[in-house]
């Protein structure tokens, strides 16, 4: 009887200690849905936006000492809306026509680039511990208690009615004004919308302030009860947990959001209070216990897309007045003339000559590491070029595959001594079992959901299988590091760093042959008849599913020797360096945005990723140029938030160029070369034939 | 009289192709203009430019004689112009009902939704049948038939079809007609662009033939038919 | 013994959600036939399409093809068993080029276990496939557009790389869904033409789902008509469509079909007598006095104008 009771008092207990978070989780899965439903676009740039107003709020208050509802007004009702209504004019308007694809990269691009700038131009700066505070005086510290149970903060209550109110006032735009079905219709197609006297550009105007508004709103309500210092990454990070409640809402239901938010706050507070439990029955639930509860919205959000039909048949509809747009730019001059051809190449070696021979004899330490990493991870980013360059799959979870190479390295030279090199073979083979087995459940959903599928995955990764001992080796690995040896190769030693850089240019060359090889090859064709369209590929015999567990069994191969390459470069496997999601979701934007189809554009993301920084932005080239280190100008070195923000802008960039922006110069370059080669050689003729003419008068 | 549309020496291009050179036509209030040719003449782009939806390069297009080019589709859907555009031109994510009512709501108010959609539904029984199926579920000739009951249950000032039988079984292409024949004695303008000349014919006062973007011969409907035919035996020949 | 039937299908049903789509179906096409079949919008002609060629799984019945029961298999598999098909809305591979298409179905056709042979360098159309892909452009007519984007095709050409794309694949059967849609009288019947050819010169069987009714009556030998998800008639092309079940359900009270029996019985000359029949249509736009409703199809002619076609079936 005791034990029912207290039992039940626990259960109790916990649901409402998991209502709060809860909130939060509803108030950032609304946020999605709004956004998705009323513009189209997967707006992972959500949690951004709200740390811009959370922060303006804060600052307000604390360093300006605005009163609470001048300062909500201001970066609630004033600055949020406007952020939005900037976007929609400048950015998404042009890119309402744009592939799911192209929308994710820009919103990527924004999550990072939006901070840094808010953070440049108001001067503002996170400061570590001191708490943000809410919209009610004293938030966080009168409590109420109404069933003696759990007490509330004021924030917490506040937070709760306002998001209550809000469901009930969007639930209300959409079903009784004119305007939530405009939204809903500019969404699909603007132009059929204003064949009914609606002018769309206000409509999505309108649509992007009321969710901007919104975000705005639940970055302010989130952060004192989420957060004890505002930092723009922590909103990032609860964005993604709360993707798994926007996609119980099938991305379209406001309702069904809320409850999904409220519903995943306490299933984790409960397992929290259960799961400890027992595990001290079951001994086998004790891996699971510390980390369980973290990656509990992976795992939901990983079965909802696996187990519910209904997600899979939710498919992108085109705008069935595309067809007025121009049609898309003929893909330039992908004939080269032949003099292009051979001068290219003769640039091409003496770059690289140049370059490694440079790198060989005259760099120290220091740049031969850095011309390694660029090298080992252009090899990673090839995987990228499999995957989504020719398979056309968004994989956001590049970076756990290359941490299966990279593991399995480490515990194969720890445990068993093996040759690394062996050891990097094997794990990427593993990687590749693990790729076809993920992609398995996840092959039939589309677009957008694939890529959540896949975030999904890296999270559940990154919380629970990195924390296994067999894996990512567990405590000893917390407490000793996890180091791999470099490889012995007969008589080569590769714990020399140049000797090291030669095996990596040569991995990252065969690499390169192959993929190359797959691109014009059967499956290169047979993936780009899938890219192109489905149905036809099927039609004419093409099994869509085996080519994309090839693909990705390929790409994951790829990504696990690079990320074994890494490891070894590294000397360990440094896990929260190299392969975090949030570091693969970068890998991706960087590939995509540089070029995803080529081989150069895996090698200039490798270089950019890896050398921009000390380059560019601590001056080194430029000190190089000067010849002196100390005549270097005082803007250096330039804060490292520009590389965000350039990186940011690359990206929205892409969605202009979904070739990428280093093809598209390419092109456009080819092309100009090629007409005036054409024109010269047309002189040429033309003068040749005047000469014989001459001659034979 | 002012013409209730007028394109004057319009040019448009998509990208770098050029679809119209320079097209002059004229829709007189209550008229009926039948806009024939082969594929790829320019009729669809002529209906485009008349809504506003490809904007033209050179020239001018005016409704009422008033100068509207280059203003958004929106202007023109509210100065009176209904598009029915070629294909499935209907919200696939929206049931057939909430189709009709962003319609008729944004043109002929709130109020008349209910008996407009009333009136779409005696048109289209089978879409009555499946007022509250999501659209891009109906078959290809419901689509068809959704995007067509926009249009003529609103009775608007000038009514484009472009393609209208495209899709649809004789016996519902025969409806349509009446009905379009219904409309147009209740003081409706049509322009309709059609491949199938008979019916477009049989209901227009004008016709205008198009060839390679340009006008090549305009007249009266009844003399259309040995003039056409002559011409695209001409340029099947080619 | 082998069936001479290339495709059989029996008894199929279908429901959405309660509705019923497709009530016990069953035709047959013969090896080398040409089968239209109609309906109504709606009638099921899509669903049973679909069934077909597997994209939907019929809730009872069966599909044979070659006499190999394919009802479970999935759509690559009868398209590798012999199911060739076009769409109503075409369906190219974007960013390639139009002999890169017929590329893709030859390597897709002449490769298994295509990995490591991509790896070794051996997954690279050879010369024979170039040649067999050209000798396919240059039959319809595609030779000069042969490494143009298929962007800048027109949707005339773009339906002929469809069919060239379907013909990689050596068909016994093709699947025309629509193939006049968006094309205008002569695009149609030089496609019509083009088909007519090739099919006769390689002997694959073609069912066609059509609204052209002019198309249909002079470019198939019988005729299946769909409507509420049943046949309610079928039979060779110029009786059927005169039979009044069809009259009234598909073509409208006064449809005369007359005229179009005479070309039917001769496809390979359809292109000519389809021109005149253009004429025809046109000459008749011209007489104001004219009750029929028929489209152009023969619509200078009084209706019925061939007795003995008429309710025959």
């Known amino acids: 009887m005791i034990l029912a009771s207290s039992f039940l008092e626990d259960l109790l207990r916990s649901v409402l200690q998991g209502t709060p978070s809860g909130a939060v989780f509803a108030l950032v899965a609304i946020g999605f849905v709004l956004t998705y439903k009323t513009s189209g676009v997967f707006n992972l740039a959500f949690g951004a936006q709200a740390y811009i107003s959370a922060a303006m709020f804060f600052k307000a208050r604390t360093q300006w000492n605005w009163s609470i509802p001048l300062s909500v007004l201001v970066s609630v009702f004033v600055l949020a809306p406007a952020i939005g209504v900037v976007l929609e004019r400048f950015l998404f308007r042009h890119l309402r026509t744009a592939s799911a694809v192209s929308k994710l990269v820009v919103t990527i691009g924004l999550s990072v680039a939006l901070p840094a700038l808010f953070e440049i131009f108001a001067d503002y700066a996170p400061v570590a511990g001191r708490a943000p505070t809410g919209i009610v005086p004293e938030g966080g510290s009168v409590f109420y208690d109404p069933l003696g149970v759990y007490p509330f903060s004021r924030d917490e209550l506040a937070a709760m009615g306002v998001i209550l109110a809000a469901v009930i006032v969007l639930g209300a735009i959409f079903r009784f004004t004119p305007v939530g079905l405009q939204m809903r219709a500019v969404v699909e197609s603007p132009r059929m919308t204003e064949l009914n006297g609606i002018a769309a550009d206000r409509v999505s105007a309108f649509a992007w302030a009321l969710s901007s508004t919104f975000a705005g709103m639940a970055g302010v309500l989130i952060a004192p009860i989420r957060f004890n210092t505002l930092i723009s990454t922590d909103f990032f990070n609860v964005v993604f947990v709360a993707i798994a409640a926007a996609a119980i809402g099938r991305l379209v239901s406001l309702p069904r959001a809320l409850i999904g938010g409220i519903g995943l706050g306490w299933f984790i507070a409960v397992f929290n209070t259960f799961l400890p439990r027992w595990a001290d029955d079951h001994t086998w639930l004790r891996p699971l216990r510390d980390n369980f509860s973290n990656s509990l919205p992976f795992v939901v959000l990983f079965a909802i897309l696996v187990f519910w039909p209904a997600i899979r048949r939710a498919t992108d509809v085109g705008d069935p007045l595309s067809g007025v747009d121009p049609p898309p730019a003929a893909p330039a001059a992908t004939e080269r003339h032949r003099l292009l051809t051979r001068f290219t190449l003769l640039f091409a070696v003496g770059f690289f000559l140049f370059v490694g021979l440079t790198v060989f004899f005259r760099a120290d330490r220091s740049w031969v ?39 399995t390295v480490f515990q194969m030279a720890d445990r068993f001594d093996l040759s690394v090199l062996l050891a990097a073979l094997i794990g990427a083979s593993i990687a590749a079992l693990v790729g076809a087995i993920m992609s398995l459940p996840v092959l039939r959903l589309g677009g957008i959901w694939l890529a959540i599928a896949t975030l999904a995955f890296a999270f559940f990764f990154d919380a629970v299988l990195v924390r296994m001992s067999w894996i990512g080796g567990g405590d000893t690995a917390l407490l000793q590091g996890t180091r791999v040896p470099r490889p012995i190769l007969g008589p080569i030693d590769f714990g020399n760093d140049k000797s090291f850089l030669a095996l990596a240019v040569v991995v990252f060359v065969i690499t390169s042959l192959a993929v190359i090889q797959l691109r014009e090859g059967t499956i290169g064709r047979t993936l780009r008849a899938i890219r192109g369209s489905e149905v036809a590929a099927e039609s004419i015999g093409i099994s869509p599913a085996k080519a994309r567990i090839a693909a990705f069994a390929t790409s994951a191969f790829i990504a696990g020797l690079g990320g074994a390459m890494m490891t070894m470069h590294q000397e360990n496997v440094n896990y929260q360096n190299n392969f975090s999601p949030v570091g ?65 802008l690359g990206a929205m960039q892409f969605a202009r160029h979904p070739e990428g922006l280093l093809e598209h110069g390419k092109r456009r370059a080819t092309a100009g070369l090629n007409r005036r080669l054409a024109r010269r050689d047309q002189t040429r003729l033309v003068s040749r034939s005047a000469d014989s003419g001459g001659g034979a008068t | 009289m002012t013409a209730l549309l007028e394109l004057r ?218 003039v056409v035919t002559g011409r695209l035996f001409e340029s099947a020949g080619d | 013994m082998i069936s001479p039937d290339v495709l059989a299908v029996s008894g199929i049903k279908k ?299």
């Not at chain 1, 398979?391 to 299966?404: P, R």
């Not at chain 3, 694949?169 to 205008?184: M, V």
Request: glycine share 12%; charged share 20%; net charge negative.
């Open chain 1, 369 to 407: 590491f850095l011309v390694t990493s660029a090298v080992v991870l252009s090899t990673v980013y090839l995987s990228i070029t499999v995957i989504t360059g020719f398979a056309g799959q968004i994989s956001l979870c590049q970076g756990a595959f290359a941490a299966i190479g990279g593991f």
């Open chain 1, 584 to 648: 693969s979701l970068f890998w991706l934007v960087l590939v995509v945005t540089l070029s995803v189809r080529t081989v150069e554009g895996a090698a200039q993301a490798g270089a950019a990723f890896s050398m921009f920084e000390p380059l560019i932005l601590k001056g080194e080239l430029f000190a190089w140029l000067l010849r002196a280190e100390h005549r270097l100008p005082g803007f250096f070195p330039i804060s490292g938030k520009w590389r965000f923000i350039l990186f940011g």
């Open chain 2, 9 to 226: 020496d319009v040019w448009a291009e998509y990208g770098p192709f050029r679809a119209l050179f320079g097209v002059d036509l004229k829709v007189p209030p209550g008229g009926a203009v039948a806009l024939l040719g082969a594929n790829g003449a320019g009729k669809t782009t002529v209906a485009r430019v008349a809504t506003g939806l490809v904007q033209a390069s050179a020239g001018d297009v005016a409704v009422d004689g008033i100068e509207m080019t280059n203003r958004p589709t929106y202007a023109y859907a509210r100065a009176g112009i209904a598009h029915a555009p070629e294909g499935r031109s209907i919200f696939a994510s929206f049931t057939v009902e909430e189709n009709l009512t962003l319609t008729f709501r944004s043109f002929l108010g709130r109020q008349k939704v209910g008996e407009s959609l009333e009136q779409a539904f005696e048109l289209f029984p089978r879409l009555g049948e499946r007022r509250s199926q999501t659209a891009g579920t109906l078959s290809g000739g419901e689509q068809r038939m959704l995007s067509l009951a926009r249009v003529l249950v609103l009775q608007p000032r000038l009514l484009i079809a472009d393609e209208l039988s495209l899709g649809l079984a004789p016996i519902v292409v025969d409806e349509v007609y009446s009905t379009l024949e219904a409309i147009r004695s209740s003081g409706t303008a049509l322009l309709i662009v059609e491949q199938h000349m008979a019916h477009a014919l049989e209901l227009c006062d004008d016709a205008v033939l198009l060839e390679h973007g340009k006008v090549a011969w305009q007249g009266s409907a009844s003399d259309a038919g040995d």
């Open chain 3, 15 to 313: 429901t959405f959600s309660g509705i019923v789509a497709l009530d016990d179906v069953s035709l047959t096409v013969e090896t080398g036939e040409r089968v239209g079949l109609i309906g109504p919008n709606g009638a099921g002609k899509t669903t049973l399409f679909n069934c077909l060629l597997g994209i939907l799984r019929p809730d009872a019945g069966q599909v044979e093809l070659n006499g190999v029961d394919v009802t479970g298999h999935r759509v690559h598999k009868r398209a590798q068993a012999g199911m060739g098909r076009t769409f109503q809305r075409i369906e190219l591979f974007s960013d390639t080029t139009v002999r890169e298409h017929l590329l893709i179905a030859e390597r897709v056709r002449n490769n298994s276990g295509a990995f490591w042979k991509d790896l070794l360098g051996r997954g690279r159309p050879n010369a024979a496939e170039i040649s067999a892909c050209d000798a396919v452009l240059e039959m319809l007519g595609l030779g000069e557009v042969a490494e143009v984007p298929i962007e800048s095709l027109s949707l005339g050409q773009g339906r002929l790389v469809e069919v060239g794309r379907a013909l990689m694949t050596d068909p016994q059967i093709l699947l025309l869904d629509e193939p006049s849609s968006g094309l205008d009288r002569s695009e149609t019947n030089a496609l019509a033409a083009t088909l007519g050819a090739i099919q006769s010169e390689r002997g694959f069987a073609i069912l066609l789902v059509e609204h052209d009714v002019e198309l249909v009556a002079e470019f198939t030998t019988r005729l299946y008509v769909l409507d509420f998800g049943q046949l309610i008639a079928h039979g060779p092309t110029t009786e059927t469509l005169a039979s009044p079940a069809v009259r009234n359900a598909y073509l409208g009270a006064g449809a005369a079909v007359a005229g179009a029996a005479d070309d039917a019985a001769d496809p390979p000359k359809a292109d000519t007598k389809r021109g005149l029949g253009v004429a025809g249509a046109a000459d008749g736009a011209a007489d104001p006095p004219r009750t029929d409703t028929g489209r152009e199809l023969g619509a200078g002619d009084p209706p019925g104008a061939e007795p003995g076609t008429g309710g025959e079936l």
